[in-house]
């Protein structure tokens, strides 16, 4: 068989074993999204709130996250950031929250919060859709 027809038993061929394939590249990606769950969100900062609150004005031992999205670090004058923060002339969108959160000390090495990261893309997508709520 040569010519056309064994172009096309060929080409099919290629085709199903694409086919079969995207359900495991499905599977692989990471969970990040555009658009996180705020409501699920809400429930992860359950373990934020501890160090960092989300009223205007209240700090913990971190800094209040209120209005977080859209603010430079180091903008609120009555906390003290680490000189490390300050240096690091981040704002604060959703992509560079995301960085942070998920591995603090290599996204800003020597910053003082003693937090080892949230690795879960999804996870991440969705406390940064809850800091957005809040931060209106």
Known sequence: ???????AMVT????MRAMMLIPAIV?????ARADGDAARGEKLYDDCVACHPVE?????????????VGRKVGDIADY???????????????EALDTFIGDPQ???????MPYAGMTNAGDRADLIAYLQKVSR
């Open 1 to 7: 068989m040569t010519g056309p027809s064994m172009l």
């Open 12 to 15: 099919r061929a290629l085709a």
């Open 27 to 31: 599977l692989i990606a990471p969970v």
């Open 56 to 68: 205007a004005g209240v700090h913990g031992i971190g800094p209040t996250l209120h209005g977080i």
């Open 80 to 94: 003290r950031y680490s000189a490390a923060l300050r240096r690091s002339g981040i704002t604060w969108t959703a």
């Open 106 to 112: 290599a996204s800003v090495p020597a910053n003082r």
